[in-house]
């Protein structure tokens, strides 16, 4: 069965960093594109950043670039996300997503149950 | 990049259809056939339901559709379960090569 599992979330102050890790599994890693999709409490999905299969193309959503920064282990089967300079408006439940293709972002159909990340002083 | 415009709510009971609409613009939703849609249970990661616009992935049951006119994508569920109460969340692939989501909207079945 194909698995996604999130691991780093924690309890962070303001300016902090903290790096999220998704361990995949029985699949092929290195031929989907993998991105990371948060959702603050009580709010809707907020896609973040997808880098493609070969981790050769990075995107990024405004909101996420300068301060964000995703790659990928393909020899381990892991996926990352490093913030820095963690704002309280970064608190939410950061989802590690498969995509449907080696460089397509537009469809996510594995999800990993999610890591909390909570900034606050 | 603006949030896809949703209901904030919708609601209908055991054994009818409703239809949830997705708005977005001629950069997102009417430029290109990649809508998705996904169901979110309380507590739950999100599972996707309908991909490029109409499509069900397998085993996602044939009571959910999905289809497009212009800027605005809709998903429509047949025969309400219990079960398909739920959030549901619209996404589009937009011309700055990003993706950008619904704000979702909070099915009741009555």
């Known amino acids: 069965e194909v698995q996604l599992l999130e691991s780093g979330g924690d309890l962070v102050q303001p300016g902090g960093s903290l790096r999220l890790s998704c361990a995949a599994s029985?699949?092929?890693?290195?031929?989907?594109?993998m991105s990371w999709v948060r959702q603050a409490p009580g709010r809707g999905l907020e896609w973040v950043s997808t880098i493609s299969g070969s981790g050769g193309s990075t995107y990024y959503a405004d909101s996420a670039k300068g301060r964000f920064t995703i790659s990928r282990d393909n020899s381990k089967s892991t996926l990352y996300l490093q913030i820095n300079s963690l704002r309280v408006e970064d608190t939410a439940v950061y989802y590690c997503?498969?995509?449907?293709?080696?460089?397509?972002?537009?469809?996510?159909?594995?999800w990993g149950q999610g890591t909390m990340v909570t900034v606050s002083s | 990049q603006s949030a896809l415009t949703q209901p904030a709510s919708v609601s209908g009971s055991p054994g009818q259809s409703i239809t949830i609409s997705c708005t977005g613009t001629?950069?997102?939703?009417?430029?290109?056939?990649?809508v998705s849609w996904y169901q979110q249970h309380p507590g739950k990661a999100p599972k996707l339901i309908i991909y490029d616009v109409s499509n069900r992935p397998s085993g996602v049951s044939n009571r959910f559709s999905g289809s497009k006119s212009g800027n605005t994508a809709s998903l429509t569920i047949s025969g309400l379960q219990a079960e398909d109460e739920a959030d549901y969340y619209c996404s589009s692939f937009t011309s700055s090569s990003t993706v950008v989501f619904g704000g979702g909207t909070k099915l009741t079945v009555l």
């Open positions: 029985a699949f092929t890693f290195s031929s989907y594109a």
């Open positions: 001629s950069s997102d939703v009417g430029s290109y056939n990649y």
């Open positions: 997503a498969k995509s449907v293709g080696a460089t397509t972002i537009r469809t996510f159909d594995v």
